[in-house]
């Protein structure tokens, strides 16, 4: 099962705004009409039942939606691009590991629940927002705002009620086999499960979803055996059935190896409701040694059952025991849930930077610099109406501040202008 993937989201670029002017036949002073550039489409991740791993990931690294349509004169307006809607499983983890939003977490746990992980850029405005009492013949547009970039770590933490935790070869998937419809690989060795797998219980009063972690060795808490591969998927788990392997002669010493390893991966996985099962009854030893040991199992404060999974002797009351430790079911609700917010900066709301690259200044100033990209500089017209933006947005104050002469340079985005 691919349970953790790392992918780039690219939302789409807005469209640039148009310069126009009316030009018709007995309308001589017709003025500007370009129209404004679409929306960028964004990235969404949406939760749904329908998939349950992240496979589709792994093989399309790059996530990219589609750009917005540019404005045009007559006042039309670009197309919006197509948003990308893209299916995780409930469950997934979503963490920014490069961009605006670095360190955001957000986790999709019920159906429906979506998140915007890129954000698609803002047309540009056409000529005609320009127009002003002073500006009749404004040659001004911006360019559309660059889409969200974002690296993202996409992480599974299945769903469940219950999950089955216990060493190598205790008979977890035996009884996932015998209680669920799931179908995990049976062999007599240890380590036969290397993915957690996820079976449904049902029994007469409710059904519970129980997850079986494959098995944990001392040292899992550091990679030793996967185990904190494993035990990322414990997290999510309400109530443990802790399985242990009748015929080991060491049970108690069993359970403390298991516990130490989820208290030294999360001591609040170690708080959560346990339930002991010592599984093989239908082996002669297990019972003896069982009863070796009955007393300091009890003694340990945990529910005791003694069940053999193949012969399904003891599962049924071991399942009453565990489905009584579960909160009671809320119903399903049906559509979007909710949308998920992801925390990010917002650049262009940003200060003002003027920098120097020897004997250029150079402005650092979203807006300003998307203005002069889509912007008819080669017009002393356009030039002229340019030069009264950076003043009015404060950027002439800053280069001034910065020791901006007449005749220097100044560079804006791509373009470059002699300061007067």
Not at 8 to 16: C, E, Y
Not at 312 to 328: C, I, N, S, T, Y
């Amino acid at each position: 099962m691919v349970d953790y993937v790392e992918i780039v989201a690219r939302a789409g670029a807005g469209g640039d705004g148009c310069v126009s002017f009316r030009r018709e036949k007995f309308v001589p002073m017709g003025g500007p009409d370009g129209g404004d550039g679409g929306r960028g489409g964004s990235v969404t991740l949406i939760a749904s039942e329908s998939v349950n791993t992240l496979l589709h990931l792994r093989y399309s690294p790059l996530l990219k939606a589609k750009r917005g349509g540019h404005g045009q004169g007559k006042g039309k307006h670009g197309a919006n691009g197509d948003d990308l809607q893209v299916q995780v499983p409930v469950g997934t983890v979503i963490t920014v590991a490069q961009g605006d939003a670095a360190g955001s977490r957000v986790e999709l746990t019920a159906p429906g629940q979506a998140v915007v992980v890129a954000r698609g850029g803002r047309g540009g405005r056409g000529n005609r927002h320009y127009v002003s009492s002073t500006n009749q013949a404004p040659y001004l547009a911006e360019a559309g705002a660059p889409g969200e970039e974002l690296q993202l770590i996409i992480e599974l933490k299945l769903l469940a009620d219950v999950g089955i935790i216990g060493l190598p070869n205790a008979g977890k998937s035996t009884l996932l086999s015998t209680v669920s419809a799931a179908r995990p690989k049976v062999a007599p060795y240890p380590f036969t499960t290397t993915q957690p797998v996820l079976g449904v219980v049902r029994l007469s009063w409710r059904d519970m979803v129980i997850v079986e972690i494959p098995g944990l060795i001392e040292g899992a808490h550091t990679g030793k055996g996967l185990g904190d591969t494993f035990l990322r998927h414990a997290e999510r788990t309400t109530v443990f059935i802790h399985l242990l392997d009748g015929t080991s002669e060491h049970l108690v010493d069993d359970v403390t190896v298991v516990n130490r390893e989820l208290k030294l991966f999360s001591p609040e996985l170690a708080e959560r409701p346990q339930v002991l099962a010592v599984n093989k009854m239908d082996i002669p030893a297990a019972r003896v040694n069982f009863e070796v040991e009955r007393v300091a199992l009890k003694a340990s404060g945990y529910s005791v059952f003694a069940i053999s999974a193949a012969t399904r002797e003891g599962v049924p009351e071991l399942l009453e025991a565990v489905a009584a430790k579960l909160p009671q079911p809320e119903p399903a609700a049906s559509g979007v849930v909710e949308m998920v917010t992801l925390e990010r900066a917002r650049p262009e709301r940003g200060p003002i930077v003027v920098t120097r690259e020897g004997d250029v200044f150079v402005v650092s100033a979203p807006r300003v610099e998307r203005l002069a990209k889509r912007s008819d500089l080669r017009k002393w017209e356009g030039l002229a109406q340019f030069r009264h933006e950076l003043y009015r947005t404060g950027v002439a104050a800053t280069l001034e501040q910065a020791g901006v002469r007449p005749g220097d340079t100044v560079r804006v985005g791509t373009a470059e202008l002699e300061w007067v």
